[in-house]
């Protein structure tokens, strides 16, 4: 027995290149996750019928301790000794040899079934089927037959091919007693016995006309589709064989078998895969069940199984802890060149606001300055067409007083020909276009000045002296001679002007000018 779990445990650990590539039914995976979820309710559908069993007045004594052994055969070990026992003493008292016979297969079944080969060969050893009906005969060679076969796969040593053909020896027996008529056991010991001789194709065929029975139980399906698996399995068909250890535990689970090997089988094989997660969880059930039976060889098996798969669920998640951490370094890594090329965006955006906003500026100006020029324009040609109107009527006035001799009249300039009065009239023509170009002109320039400073026009008109001299410089008018010239001011008055009014600021002279050219 040994030296086949340390078999079991090297296939585990060895993934083979085979079941690598295996597609997994995830549909069959589902379905098992069902009846597994379900184990409660099909184990309480066990329990009643064992209660209806031990409560029916109308069975013998015989048979109802031999229906409850049945129930409990593989259900619960300690309970199915129990009554296999129980079973015994009623056949004795019986003196009924083929009860008795029956009595002492079950035990010797009850034996194989918890791991206790030695108990269980020295039983049937001792078993005399002789004047015995020919049920009770078939029963005993084919589960000696069984015996002598599970003794195999526990002893894989010299005595393995030993076993094998003594297995096969008590079959054929089975087989001759059979009736083709009897078409579960019938085909069940044919497709076995095919098996055991590595026929697998034939005891494919078999096992398919035994499953094609409407008398096949849900427990002989469980036996008869983990039987599949293991052909499948051995011809390398790692998918097929999945498949078929999946419905036989899904009918284990169906009718509440606690010692099987099929949920077992499927823990193992998607471990090979590398669905751990999956795999432990299966295998954790495999052994509550195992240990619900009391099963000793099921226990040891999957004890020393148990851990290589938990011990590779954990390397797993050490690997996959391993790939986050490196997956966060390099989100991080990724979010910081993030973060640096959203600053050198942000940085280049602005750096585009900015000249955006220069253009802006410098658009204004231009639009401001084009303002200007239409305002200057407008006003030079109204001004200029005026004073050439006023001209050519004065011109008029002059030659029509010579030519009427009325030179008396020529020393009088008429109101509208005087160039005091004309000057006023352009000194405030000069104020509404500043001010219409300005409009927050006079407010802003006092605003450069000291607060007890500040220059404010006289009643009566728009803009001072002072006022007017530094508005034609925001207009661009610099040259003091040229300002002079327009207002008809000496050059040393323009220059008094500004030098008085600079006084009253606090600013510096450069600093003025360019407060200057920001008003408007």
Known sequence: MRKHII????????????????????????????????????????????????????????ERLNMLFEEYASFNYDSAHLYVDRLL???????????????????????????????SADLFQGIDITGTDTAVQIKYYSTYARLLYDLADYNRSDLYYEYINQGNTYSDKALQLLSPQDTVKYWYEMAVRDMKQQNYTRSLERFRMQLKSPLISEHEKAITYSSIGYIYYAMNDIEQSLHYNILAAISDIRNSTKEAVALRNVAMALFNQGQTERAVRYIRVALDDAKFYNARHRQLEIGQILPIIEHAQMQQLEEQNTRIRALSIVTYALLLVLFIVLILLYNRVRAVQRAHNTIKQINQKLEEANNIKEEYISTFLCNQTETLNRFAMYQRYVKRRAQERRTEELLTIPPQYNATRTRKVFYKQLDEMILRIFPGFVEQFNSLLRHDEQIMPVQGELLSPELRIFALIRLGVSDNEKIAQILDYSINTVYTYKTRVKNRSDLSTEQFNQALFQLG
């Open 89 to 119: 003493d009623a056949a004795t008292a019986s003196t009924d040899i083929n009860l008795q016979t029956e009595a002492l297969i079950n035990k010797g079944f009850a034996y194989l079934s918890a791991g206790l080969f030695k108990e």
């Open 7 to 62: 078999s079991i445990v090297a296939c585990i650990m060895l993934v083979s290149t085979t079941g690598s590539a295996v597609g997994i039914n995830t549909a069959d995976l589902d379905s098992l996750d069902y009846y597994l979820s379900q184990r409660e309710h099909y184990d309480q559908q066990k329990a009643e019928r064992i209660c209806r069993i031990q409560s029916c007045d109308s069975l013998s004594q015989y």
